[in-house]
């Protein structure tokens, strides 16, 4: 596993927007934005205040959990909902981005290249760790991240470091999944998805603004999109977290495609395979909050009963 979970804000976001925002500032911009399903917005709230910058962030109202919200309101950003799903909220900043520009105000969506040559350095890391691994599996949203990181690959083999690349495999939720759709389709049209569903709202994604990049990634490497389901998600989050791994929703969707390629026997068990964790348990925790239990205590007896299995 690739735990992306320890950066600054508590995902891969970081890797990109600590170079993004260092461009807006260097650019002499005076505020950033982005449109977000939230850890872009905690990651640009979080870098935009450090270079004393203003910043702005569009979500889709009530679809985003709320460890990142709070994040976004701990750093001082400014938060503007949109009744609808990341695709509107995305338009909003996509349709705009001459206006914004002329404001002083950066788009710092993965559309903006910088943003993905930070996050290139998965790859490096990937390679300083286990070297050039056979498959690579990576959550997608909007399809910037793993373009990225094949990209990192690639320059790595273009500049004679490594032979071959590995097969980039991504993974998205089977109710929000326009890219599997289109793969599996074998389109060469976008597949959209009107009204992406899934309990991992991070990747709760219609219209990946980078869905050609990541074909090409997939494509050129010679992996392949998979889907899952929820509960697949939430039981591989579970079997993570039941082994000291504690990751969000989206995160868990690459260990869930893990599991079901192994099951499959798509992949191999001797494959060495990286498992990209994007994000960190604490970034929803209304997801495990839904298992709550407890037992309630009366006094320092009834503790003693309880282990014992006397009481409880
Ligand atoms: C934990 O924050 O799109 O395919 O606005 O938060 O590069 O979009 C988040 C995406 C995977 C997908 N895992 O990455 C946003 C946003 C986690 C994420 C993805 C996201 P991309």
């Known amino acids: 596993m ?34 977000s399903t939230s850890n872009t917005a905690a990651s640009v709230a979080a870098y935009s205040a450090r270079a004393g910058m203003e910043c702005f962030v569009v979500v889709p109202k009530g679809k985003v959990a709320r460890g990142k919200v709070a994040q976004v309101v701990l750093h001082g950003a400014k938060i503007l909902e949109i009744e ?15 206006k914004l520009t002329e404001l002083g105000v950066y788009p710092l969506n993965s559309f903006n290249p910088w943003r993905l040559e930070g996050q290139k ?18 959550p997608v949203g909007n399809a910037g991240n793993i373009y990225a990181i094949w990209k990192g690959f690639e320059e790595l083999r273009q500049l004679g470091l490594i ?48 869905w050609l990049k990541a074909i090409k990634a997939v494509e050129e490497s010679k992996g392949f999109f998979v889907a899952v389901d929820d509960d697949e998600i939430l039981e591989a989050q579970r079997e993570l977290a039941r082994r000291g791994i504690g990751v969000e929703p989206a995160s868990a969707a690459s260990y869930a495609a893990y599991r079901k390629l192994l099951e499959m026997k798509a992949i191999d068990r001797d494959e060495t395979v990286v498992l990209v964790a994007t994000g960190h348990a604490l970034k929803d925790p209304d997801t495990p909050m839904k298992f709550f239990e407890s037992i309630t205590i009366r006094s320092p007896s009834e503790l003693i009963e309880v282990l014992r299995g006397t009481k409880g």
């Open 121 to 138: 350095t998965i790859a490096f890391e990937i390679f300083d760790d286990v070297g050039i691994p056979d498959l690579v599996i990576v």
């Open 163 to 210: 032979d071959s690349v590995p097969r980039m495999v991504g993974v998205q939720a089977s109710r929000s999944a326009p890219l599997y759709l289109t793969w599996i389709k074998r389109s060469r049209e976008l597949v959209v998805v009107e009204n992406p569903e899934t309990i991992a709202s991070a990747i709760r994604i219609g219209k990946p603004v980078n």
């Open 84 to 98: 609808g799903f990341f695709d509107d909220a995305l338009k909003s900043v996509l349709e705009n981005v001459e």
């Open 2 to 35: 690739k735990f992306e979970g320890a950066n600054p804000t508590g995902s891969f976001k970081d890797r990109g927007m600590t170079v993004g925002v260092s461009i807006a500032r260097a650019s002499g911009f005076r505020a950033t934005i982005v449109a």
